[in-house]
């Protein structure tokens, strides 16, 4: 079994952490929950409010299309029809004069069976009708206007007329269509637009207040969640709806989020117990051997060992609290900027040469299997450190004759280096707890550590975006060992 120990006189005092002070964020009275935003500063409002415009936009675009593909074609029919009626009848004067033209005109008004087409043929003073279907000239109509609709009396009855002047040497015609049931196609159209429109106006809004509602119903479960932990109650997770959108998708991110804050803060709870516990007696024995020294020891040498043990359980102690504030330093990733490209392979043969005279003194075989070249980016010190502890561990619970093994490989996922044993390995049951501080399983009590190896071990993984896996070395031995993989991303 490997033990999550700390290797003594391994730990380079650490970088100070942070200033005195009271946290940023935190106040002496606990924060009251906001209520609900304002209308206009509401971002369900503002959702809602863009989806009416897109809708809005949408159908008036949609409305323009449909005017442009009906009342605008007409129009565009009468007017190709009127052009096209018009350069034939100046075609025609051309070849036959003024009295061929009036014929022309003739013919065309007798053919006329819907009684739609308007002509009219004067003088260029206007004086004197030739030919056409209308009295007279239309009155305000200015000169060198060619298209233009007015009211014309065709056939007794004012309508509306679209008409095309044509200037003639010595004659004036007008050639032109009467608009009466198109005028009146278009108001229907019209009419049909606006009521359309409102209609538009009303879904818009209606799909606006759904659009609010349906966010604040997704949003609500999210709002009682950070209102019960605000509250304290630490246990309170965001309800997923199982449609696997964003908005469980932001639930589950949340509550990974607070899983790990609950760890975090169990940590901490768990670490000053640890302290109070765990601390408590090596200072305890230390203050009884330098006084009982002060009270017994009648020579210098006696009372020279005893402050020597006293400043040597002192230094544990000091040794606790650098791995403390080291760990600390890697989960809150201080240690990044320390970052650079480096070859991992030296450091891991550099570790394995340090604790193979240990390994040796204990009767044990140190194996390694390294490749001549692991790139790496990171942190050299707190890789190498954490491969020391992996490597103390081994060495600690593996018994005379047995075997450490370091490997290391590159995978396409990035780099794995393995730390094997053959002792009595790890049970399941303690493996999940194995990287929390100052854990020890119940075979390791009376084995020197202090529960922070595999600790510093975890933490230096996780700033490296990596992590740490605890397996049986060989499942089918009676002593299953301990296998211990540190598997490093690529940069």
Known sequence: MSDPSLPAGRLPLPRRL????????????????????????????????????????????????????????????????????????????????TSGLAEAIEERLAVDVEN??????????????????????PRGQTDGVPWFRTRVIHDGLAVDARLHRLELPGLRLLVGRDETER??????????????????????????????????????????????????????????SGRGDEFDRLAQTLNAMLDRIASLMEGVRGVSDAIA?????????????????????????????????????????????????????????ARRAAFAPFDLAPVLAD???????????????????????????GDRDLLLQAVANLLDNAIKFTPPGGTVQLAARRTPEGIEVTVADNGPGLAPEDRAHAGERFFRADKARATPGSGLGLSLVRAVAHLHGGEVLLEDAAPARPQPGLRAVVRLPRA
């Open 277 to 333: 516990h765990d601390l408590r007696t090596p200072i305890a024995r230390a203050r009884a051997k330098l006084e009982d020294a002060l009270a017994t020891s009648a020579d210098g040498e006696s009372l020279r060992a005893v402050v020597e043990q006293g400043i040597a359980d002192l230094d544990g102690i000091s040794r606790i609290f650098q791995a403390l504030l080291r760990i600390a330093e890697a989960e809150a990733g």
């Open 18 to 97: 942070g200033g005195g002070g009271k946290p940023a964020g935190l106040s002496g009275a606990p924060s009251l929950a906001l209520g609900p935003p304002r209308l206009l500063k509401s971002a369900g409002f503002r959702f809602a409010t863009l989806f009416a415009a897109m809708f809005a936009i949408a159908a008036i675009a949609l409305v323009a299309v449909l005017w442009w593909a009906t009342a605008g074609a007409l129009d565009r029919q009468t007017d190709a029809a009127v052009r096209a009626d018009a350069i034939a009848l100046a075609e025609r004067w051309r070849e036959a004069g």
């Open 116 to 137: 739609e087409s308007i002509y009219l043929l004067m003088d260029a003073e206007g004086t004197r009708r030739i030919a056409g279907n209308l009295d007279g000239w």
């Open 351 to 377: 570790a394995a040469e340090i604790y193979e005279a240990t390994a040796e003194a204990r009767g044990q075989r140190m194996l390694t299997d390294l490749p001549e070249r692991l790139d790496l980016v």
């Open 183 to 240: 005028s009146e196609l278009r108001r229907l159209l019209t009419e049909g637009v606006v009521w359309a429109s409102g209609a538009v106006l009303v879904f818009a809004l209606m799909g606006a207040w759904l659009i609010r509602h349906a966010l604040q119903a997704r949003m609500g479960p999210v709002f009682a969640t950070t209102a019960a932990i605000a509250g304290g109650d630490l246990a309170s997770r965001v309800t997923l």
